[in-house]
């Protein structure tokens, strides 16, 4: 009995279906690619769907979350140590991507066994990348943009006793809302997952392997450690962390997109502990400014192409490697292709790496994404959970204030 028992209480998990829907679209894409690559419209379609609540939540939390502080000042200095930590913590994963790059050294192999992709698009794009056009292009910047000034006018307002009960209710439907439509990121998972592995094949990763190996290494050190060591500080746990955010993490995995898990993410922060107006603040900025994946693939990526052509780079190269991309990576969100136009920015800016090794990192990208994306949304979480913890706005739920 009690075994039947548990194996229902698994089955009825969204993880359980999402993780099943994975691995099928792997055996999927790998024995019938042509069918896979069919699939593509259920990954992108869930993706467009879940779009459509990343706008009205962040407003919502935001508004809600500024009104309910009542103090515009402690509002600014949130705000103020977001981007500080983001700032020291997307530095440390700039250092340690160089820092692994050089130890296991992915580029050290032969060209020729490489495939080639066309990278002319980033090399032509690479002067037109500024940061006028990334805050156009970025909507979830300028929904934070807008919401910050509404909840400012709206707490000086004196009609806010009418407003807020009708925003709260719009927040409430709108999180229900979502509930249902989370229910289809299994469909979600599979489509995505099964179009990359039918169009690009895990053949492709054999050449490249050692780069994949050393990026997603890279990561779990980085998470575990770094983002670990971190938290412990404040006395909170990583694996709990984890565990709580283990259905975002697969619906990311399967979509190769963090957006998908955005909502989501604010919800369960929510429920850990943290108070609306920090996770209203810190996760949508973090999710222009806090990308730590995204950190360490650009900065590894660099040191890959100068291995791979044999480039020297001496320890004021690296030094400046990190510099260009402290500022550069910051706008790596929100407009399409643009992490290879950073690195196009920062390989013009050296002068000594062939901007045509773009080319090589072209044919995994798709497969590094899902690392980077995971990596990215898990930094994000743990920045909201320790500006809540300095900021005396975290509220352990009863079961685990004890």
Not at 35 to 64: D, N, R, S
Request: charged share 15%.
């Amino acid at each position: 009995m009690q075994p039947a028992k548990g194996f229902k209480r698994i089955v009825s998990h969204l993880t359980f279906w999402v993780l099943l829907a994975i691995v099928i679209a792997v055996l999927l894409g790998y024995f019938f690619p042509a069918t896979a690559i069919k699939a593509e419209w259920m990954g992108t379609g869930f993706i467009q769907l879940i779009k459509l609540f990343i706008g009205p939540i962040i407003f919502l939390t935001i508004v809600l979350g500024i009104v309910g502080m009542g103090n515009l000042k402690k509002v600014g200095k949130i705000g103020l140590k977001a981007v500080i930590y983001f700032e020291i913590v997307t530095t440390i994963a700039l250092i340690i991507g160089i820092v692994f790059a050089n130890i296991v050294q992915p580029g050290k192999i032969d060209k020729a066994g490489l495939a080639i992709k066309d990278a002319s698009a980033y090399e032509r794009s690479n002067a037109d990348f500024n940061w006028v056009h990334f805050i156009r292009e970025n909507f979830t910047l300028q929904v934070l943009i807008v919401a910050i000034v509404c909840g400012i006018l709206l707490g000086m307002s004196k009609h806010q006793n009418k407003v807020i009960p009708l925003l709260t209710k719009t927040t409430n439907f709108v999180f229900k809302a979502l509930k249902y439509v989370m229910y289809l990121a299994p469909l979600g998972a599979f489509g995505g997952m099964a179009y990359t592995v039918g169009k690009f094949g895990i053949k492709t990763l054999i050449p490249l392997g050692k780069l994949m190996l050393t990026m997603y290494g890279t990561m779990v050190v980085f998470i575990f450690i770094v983002l670990g060591l971190i938290l412990r500080y404040y006395k909170l746990s990583i694996w709990k962390f984890l565990r709580n955010i283990q259905e975002e993490l697969l619906i990311v995995l399967g979509t190769s997109s963090s957006e998908t898990a955005l909502p989501s993410l604010m919800e369960k922060l929510e429920k850990m502990g943290c108070s609306k107006p920090v996770v209203g603040l810190v996760v949508p900025t973090g999710y222009s400014f806090n990308l730590d994946g995204t950190s360490i693939y650009l900065s590894m990526a660099v040191i890959f192409l100068a291995q791979l052509y044999n480039v020297h780079l001496s320890g004021i190269e690296m030094i400046s490697i990190v510099g260009i991309l402290m500022i550069t990576s910051k706008g790596a969100a929100g407009v399409t292709g643009s992490g290879f136009i950073i690195l196009a920015s920062t390989l013009t800016a050296l002068h000594k790496i062939p901007l045509e090794g773009l080319a090589f990192l072209l044919a995994v990208d798709k497969f590094m994404s899902e690392a980077r994306a995971i990596t990215n949304i898990i930094g994000n979480g743990v920045a909201t959970l320790v500006i809540s913890k300095s900021e005396n706005e975290f509220r352990a739920p009863p079961a685990e204030a004890s």
